[in-house]
């Protein structure tokens, strides 16, 4: 009988391990969708990823060296005023876990850093950007929302600058998933944050390769080129 009972536990364990193992890699996982490089889009949004005040807060061993996230927070501020004046959308992201079990693992392991009824789930406070839309997800690939693609092909936009954290997580996750579908994807490098930024580096790497752009002066670029069109 207490041997019954010990294999019963340890099934019971493995089956809830594996579960967690799914749901992990459920989340982590970049998406797959219909290719849009048959349609005729010409536009370009702005999408700020995961900015909120959960994430960029310290807590315990994950801290933000401060210069390196004001930095990062006036790039994408900088980076929102660019896309107003161009009248490009901007689309904040915004990541909320779903699921009992997987918010009760978040409060027990993550200090609750993205938990339904979290105090700081909305964008961190020294975000300027007015977004045209406000995206809930809750799986690393923004793209995982059939609201993202729906608002895309409603305004008919090809071009995506990412911005946002983590660059190792669910930036690049959401630029997989744009890459599969065809999307024309620019990765706002000082306008990233990375914990691990070794491991950043090689994930842009990874993603040139796949086809996606890294730029370094957005908007420095863009103020250089109005001067050109309009000298003084």
């Known amino acids: 009988m207490v041997l019954i009972l010990v294999l019963g536990v340890l099934l019971a364990l493995a089956a809830l391990a594996a579960y967690t193992f799914w749901g992990v890699l459920k989340i982590q996982t970049p998406t797959n969708g219909p290719s849009i490089k048959s349609e005729d889009r010409r536009?370009?949004?702005?999408?700020?990823?995961?900015?909120q005040a959960d994430f960029t807060k310290e807590t315990g061993s994950r801290k933000w060296d401060p210069e390196y996230l004001q930095s990062r927070l006036d790039q994408i501020n900088a980076?929102?005023?660019?896309?107003?004046?161009?009248s490009w959308p901007i689309i904040a992201i915004r990541h909320v876990y779903q699921g009992w079990y997987t918010n009760f693992l978040v409060r027990l392991l993550g200090g609750g850093l993205g938990a339904q009824g979290s105090a700081g789930l909305q964008m961190d406070p020294r975000i300027t950007a007015k977004p045209d839309l406000d995206i809930e997800k809750s799986k690393s690939d923004a793209f995982g929302e059939q609201e993202l693609s729906a608002f895309l092909k409603t305004h008919q936009l090809d071009h995506l600058i990412l911005t946002g954290l983590d660059g190792n997580a669910c930036?690049?996750?959401?630029?997989?998933?744009?890459?599969?579908?065809?999307?024309?994807v620019e990765l706002c490098d000082p306008a990233i944050l990375a914990y691990n930024q070794k491991a950043w580096e090689l994930q842009k790497e990874a993603l040139q390769e796949m086809g996606a752009a890294v730029s370094h002066d957005i908007v420095e670029n863009a103020a250089d080129a109005g001067a050109e069109k309009d000298p003084a």
Do not use: F, H, M, P
């Open 43 to 51: 536009g370009t949004a702005l999408l700020i990823i995961d900015v």
């Open 79 to 86: 980076l929102a005023e660019l896309a107003k004046q161009k």
């Open 171 to 184: 930036v690049k996750n959401t630029s997989i998933g744009a890459l599969n579908r065809g999307y024309r």
